[in-house]
């Protein structure tokens, strides 16, 4: 697992070299993989904005102890970058000199260790640059040497691995084209991808687009007051009200009239003879109560209780023959 994760390090070490062959020395990254001494230039982060803050971590590794220690030289590309602050983390016993050359370019960091070897590794210390407003590009820094000795007074041979970071020209917004929309938001693009001043639909009072009937729903249509996108909602089918047709419709005894709209029988009732014989509401002559009907539909009963046997006789009757009749054509069909 170790020597996997060291060997994949080793592969994105070397890939990174690829990318600024001339400012990483291949042979620095190979060695601190392969496990010698090395200082390395770690940007925390590859890319600043313009007149942002930028971390530098300068990386101790291997380290086979040393009482003296000097990160000689490290110059950056000031057209890009300002050094605001040097911080000693504190990782490396000693004295540390350093703090007072914020003005210098290049400038060094020292620790004088004294009586005995220190082998700490780790984030020795930190530089803050602040990437130069109205600038872009990438910003070299380099480490001009490493002078390292142990309490032997014996030379400690560490590589040092140079650091980059690319300035990324500050980006102000700006509203381009007309409004976009979805369902629910508006918003104005910029040409970075951002969506800007996005908000919520302000819907008006809404419009009847389509006004409803008693046979459809209408259409209310809600207009947005600052983007115009439009959003629309049902209006309920009209109740219908009954729209007569002129005159009267009268069958068996009975008189209605009739709608343009449904076909509903309207003011259905039963016909009522006047003097004339004639019923007073539809004008229809109404038939007398014991001739009955045989119409489909609204058959009457007469409330002349007298006649109910012979209307139930003939309805007997009626019922035979279309027992005859309906049987006769089944065997019609059946040959
Ligand atoms: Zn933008
Ligand atoms: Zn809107
Ligand atoms: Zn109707
Ligand atoms: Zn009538």
Redesign the pocket.
């Known amino acids: 697992m170790k020597f996997f994760k060291l060997k994949k390090l080793a592969g994105l070490v070397l890939a990174a070299a690829v990318v600024v062959t001339g400012v990483i020395g291949a042979t620095g990254n190979t060695a601190e993989a392969a496990g010698a001494p090395t200082v390395k230039l770690e940007a925390q982060a590859s890319s600043v904005t313009a007149g942002d803050e930028l971390k530098v971590n300068v990386v101790l590794s291997n380290n086979p102890g040393v009482a003296f220690f000097s990160v000689t030289d490290i110059k950056y590309d000031d057209t890009k970058l300002d050094l605001i602050e040097i911080k000693n983390t504190g990782v490396m016993d000693g004295s540390f000199t350093g703090a007072q050359t914020l003005d210098s370019n290049p400038f060094s960091l020292v620790w004088s260790i004294g009586t005995s070897d220190d082998k700490d590794n780790g984030t020795i210390a930190t530089l803050t640059f602040k990437a130069v407003e109205d600038t872009s590009g990438a910003a070299n820094i380099t480490i001009g040497s490493v002078e390292a000795f142990n309490v032997a007074f014996d030379e400690v041979n560490v590589e040092n691995i140079d650091g980059s970071v690319t300035v990324v020209e500050k980006h102000n917004h700006a509203a381009t084209g007309d409004w976009q929309f979805d369902k629910t938001h508006h918003w104005k693009e910029c040409s970075c991808g951002e969506d800007l001043d996005k908000a919520a639909h302000t819907w008006d009072a809404g419009k009847v687009t389509t006004q409803p009937t008693e046979k459809a729903e209408g259409v209310k249509t809600y207009t947005c007051t600052v983007c115009k996108a439009t959003k629309t909602e049902a209006i309920a089918k009209l109740n219908?009200t009954?729209?007569l047709k002129d005159g009267w419709k009268a069958e068996g005894g009975y008189h209605w009239q009739e709608?343009n709209?449904?076909n509903?029988k309207?003011n259905y009732g039963k016909c009522e003879a006047g003097a004339d014989g004639l019923c007073k509401v539809c004008g229809t002559k109404v038939e007398t109560a014991d001739e009955g009907t045989t119409d489909d539909g609204k058959q009457e009963t007469s409330p002349n209780t007298g006649d109910t046997a012979t209307a139930a006789l003939w309805f007997v009757v009626i019922a035979a023959a279309v027992v005859v009749v309906g049987g006769t054509r089944m065997r019609k069909s059946v040959r």
């Open positions: 219908h009954h729209d709608c709209g449904c509903e309207v």
